[in-house]
Each structure stands twice: as structure tokens, then as C-alpha cells.
């Protein structure tokens, strides 16, 4: 674990030196991701070895989890920008299969404490934040923001800049106004909460694409990563159309976040669950490609997905990206509801839409107690690429309902499972699968712990 430590010190110096190497604005995209990418790495590596530092053996885990899927993300920034020949080489070291090495050793045969919920959230949940949650956050707001200059601020780039300057990193909450605000905005400050006027009301949006130029990673409208981040009532946007690809419209590497009554819209690559443990309560996800993606340990609670009208015809919901068999991560998908978006009513006939598949080779997705329209194929999921990942993927099915939820013509893989015993659904519950139970309920944000 040190070394893992000293080697990822050493290769995020090495990183930062190569900047002046960069040869065109896509490697200098690339490279500045990985730049983060690394100071947070370092950052989770030494909070699990930190003797200060509470931490059980599923928060070593977790935080090992996130650190791995770190490294995989800057690699895969040079990659899909096409710029992988040149700077990335330069980068390789062994710091993955150190983490990946701890990882293994530290996986034990722990149990997770079962999750109790408080009031619908996961005792994680602290009582100050379980309260905002149930009251009208705005009314406790530290800040405004406001178009009309009836606030603090008219940004909201504004307020999350002001509020990293705070002293001590208690809860922060930021009301932010009805109103359409165009900017990416980047929150790296603990406890921060965006509350606004409703979906539909309080709308971020940017329009940032890898078609455009830009990494996956830092094409979203707004991206988390200050851990125990909170936002409610907000719709997040992203505009860059189908035809300019990935396009994030929120990416959140922030452990124990939550998003209440949110709206993610976007088509490929909507919401980028990115790392840590993450829960999505009354929520909709708008999205063609891919949309709801990434590495966190997530549940997504009585959310509406909404696939949309896709130009090649086809849908995948989810594509997880677990690297690693030890990895504490996957998409937990639980009693939520699977419709066609107006765009897609009148078409779904010639268009295909799947509920996931493999983005890398241990991916983990679960639905349970899920309502499926008759948009979802018989098949249910879609391959990758040939053979890649069928037998050491895991997917499940559990208690579905809906004219899409048979599971009679789903794919023969030996990693897709029709779950039927409830203790083995339970495993992907809110309380046993982000131990919900310990941080959920001080936010007051309603949730199940259990089926």
C-alpha cells in the first residue's frame, strides 16, 4: 500500500512534467485530466492509509476502487481522443496493479453491515442533512445565486468559488434561482449542496462533447468530486446533440453524494456515475448511448429513464466500467421505471433498446423491482464486442415487472443471471450495496434500504 502510494507520487510529478510535450490541444486535454485524475488518486490512497483517518475495510475498498478506475480514465482520454501514440507512453508505470494487488488482499470475507433507513435515506445520511433535504433546502441557504441579481451571485461558478473559500467544510448550501444558466461548473469543495427550484425550473446546461474536442471525463456540464455532495431540484444539461458523441451532462466522482429529484438530459454518455458511493432518489435520466455509466458503487432509486430517439437506432441504458474483480463497484437499478421519451414514442418500432452492456471486462449491473416498457428487446443486453466480458460480466435481473421484463429471450451468457432468491438481490440493496444505512439518513433524503 505505501508503495502504491510512493509510485503514484512519483508518476503524478512525472505526469505533470509532460505537459510542455503535449503536441496539440487534444494530448493538453488528455493530459489535464490525468493531472486531476492522479492528485485524486493520491488523495484516496492516502486517506486509506492515514492513521487519522477513519476507515473500515469497505471504505479501504471503496476508496482502492475509485483510485484504479482514476488511472483507467486518464488512459482512456488519450484513447478515445485518438492521441494514444505519443504522451501516454510516457505515463506507464506499474501503480494499477499495485492497487489492483491491494485490492485483492484487502477483499476479505467482510460482510457489509446491513443498512438501516431512517425516514427513506441510508443512515449515512446525517440528521442536519436528512432535515435540508425534507425542508425547503433554500430556505438554509448559505448563498444565492440568481439571474436577476437578486442574490449573492448570478453564477453559479460564482457561489461554488466562494463557498471553497468558507472557513472549516460543515454543510454549504447553494440556492440556486429559477432560471437557465450555461456554464460548466467543477465542485471540489466536502459538502457543498445545490438546491434550486425544481426540474425544469433551475437548469444548468453546457454543450461540452468529445466530438468537440474534448475528453469524456471533462465534457460535463457539472462535475462533483468534492466528497458528500447534495443536490436537489436541479436539472442538469447537456446540449451537444447526439452526432458530437459522448457528452456528459453530469459526472460525479464524489463519495457519499446524493441527487434528489434531479433531471440528467443528454443523449450519449448522459450521467457519468464516475466513482465512490453514489445514491439517485426520484430522479430522470434522459440518454441514447451509454447513459448511465462509469465505476461508482450506485443505486438509482424510483428514478424515470427515459431512452430517447437515437440516430443509429440503437439504445443502451447502462454500460459499467469494472476493471477488476475486486472492485466494490456496479449500477444498482431498483424499483424504477423504464418508458420511452416523447422522441422515441412514435419510432420505437425500428429502434432497439437495451438495458446495458459491458463497457470493460467485470462490469456489474443490476435491475430490481423495475417497471420495463415494451421498448426493452427481448434479448435485454447487448454485447460489446464479440465474446468480450459474457462470461466474467455480472448481470442480474430481479422481480421485474412490465411488458418489457421477460426474461424468457434474454442472452444465454455465462455472466447474466436471473436472480431468484431474495438474499442474493439483497446484496445490491441501497443498505448492502453503498451502506446506505451509515451516511444516508443525515441527509433526509427518503430511501429503501432493503427490496
Same mark, same amino acid.
Given at each position: ?11 503524478? @510529478? ?5 505537459? @510542455? ?41 471503496? %476508496? ?56 427513506? /435515506? ?31 451571485? +448570478? ?98 466522482? @464524489? ?35 451509454? /447513459? ?66 459491458? %463497457? ?34 455480472y448481470y442480474g435481473e430481479y422481480m ?11 442472452? +444465454? ?9 431474495? @438474499?442474493?438481490?439483497?446484496? /445490491?440493496t441501497v443498505g448492502s450495496f453503498i451502506?446506505?444505512g451509515s451516511w444516508l439518513p443525515a441527509?433526509?433524503?427518503? /430511501?429503501?434500504?432493503?427490496?
Open positions: 500500500m505505501e508503495l502504491a502510494l510512493d509510485r503514484a507520487m512519483l508518476a503524478g @510529478s512525472n505526469t505533470y512534467k509532460l505537459g @510542455s510535450w503535449c503536441r496539440n490541444s487534444k494530448e493538453k486535454a488528455a493530459w489535464a485530466d490525468c493531472l486531476e485524475l492522479y492528485e485524486n488518486t493520491i488523495q484516496r490512497i492516502n486517506k486509506t492509509v492515514d492513521p487519522y483517518t477513519k476507515c473500515s475495510q469497505v471504505d479501504a475498498q471503496t %476508496w482502492l476502487s475509485s483510485a484504479l478506475t482514476n488511472l483507467e480514465t486518464c488512459r482512456a482520454g488519450f484513447m478515445e481522443l485518438g492521441v494514444g501514440d505519443y504522451i501516454y507512453p510516457l505515463m506507464t508505470n506499474n501503480v494499477s496493479m499495485l492497487i489492483s494487488n491491494t485490492l485483492s488482499v484487502n477483499k476479505g470475507p467482510y460482510n457489509d453491515v446491513p443498512t438501516y433507513y431512517k425516514d427513506g /435515506f441510508p443512515t449515512w445520511v446525517k440528521p442536519g442533512d436528512r432535515k435540508l433535504l425534507q425542508s425547503s433546502g433554500a430556505a438554509n441557504a448559505n448563498i444565492v445565486v440568481a439571474q436577476d441579481g437578486s442574490g449573492n451571485y +448570478k453564477t453559479v461558478n460564482e457561489a461554488v468559488s466562494a463557498a471553497s473559500k468558507r472557513s472549516g467544510s460543515g454543510r454549504y448550501v447553494i440556492y440556486v434561482k429559477a432560471g437557465t444558466y450555461k456554464e460548466n461548473v467543477q465542485i471540489k469543495s466536502k459538502n457543498i449542496m445545490l438546491v434550486g427550484d425544481g426540474i425544469g425550473k433551475t437548469i444548468i446546461t453546457g454543450s461540452k462533447s468529445v466530438g468537440g474536442g474534448s475528453t469524456t471525463f471533462n465534457s460535463a456540464t457539472v462535475a462533483a468530486t468534492g466528497d458528500g455532495f447534495i443536490a436537489q431540484g436541479i436539472t442538469f444539461r447537456n446540449t451537444a446533440g447526439a452526432s458530437n458523441h459522448q457528452a456528459v451532462a453530469l459526472r460525479s466522482g @464524489s463519495d457519499l453524494s446524493v441527487f434528489y429529484q434531479c433531471s440528467f438530459e443528454g443523449y450519449q454518455d448522459t450521467l457519468y456515475v464516475h466513482s465512490e458511493r453514489q445514491f439517485y432518489r426520484d430522479c430522470d435520466i434522459y440518454g441514447t448511448v451509454d /447513459f448511465i455509466f462509469g465505476n461508482a458503487a450506485v443505486v438509482l432509486q424510483n428514478c424515470n429513464i427515459y431512452p430517447r430517439d437515437p440516430p443509429n437506432k440503437t439504445n443502451t441504458i447502462t454500460a459499467q466500467g469494472r476493471t477488476d474483480p475486486n472492485q466494490n463497484t456496479g449500477i444498482s437499478i431498483h424499483n424504477c421505471r423504464i418508458t420511452a421519451a416523447s422522441d422515441l414514442k412514435s419510432s420505437q418500432g425500428s429502434v432497439k433498446t437495451y438495458l446495458g452492456r459491458p %463497457w470493460q471486462k467485470y462490469s456489474r449491473t443490476v435491475y430490481m423491482k423495475t417497471s420495463m416498457d415494451s421498448l426493452i428487446d427481448p434479448a435485454g443486453w447487448m454485447p460489446w464486442s464479440g465474446n468480450f466480458a459474457l462470461s466474467t460480466l421485474n415487472t412490465g411488458p418489457g421484463s421477460s426474461t424468457a429471450n434474454r442472452v +444465454k451468457w455465462g455472466g447474466y443471471h436471473v436472480i431468484t432468491s431474495a @438474499s442474493v438481490a439483497s446484496q /445490491f451502506a446506505g441527509t433526509n433524503v427518503p /430511501f429503501t434500504s432493503g427490496l
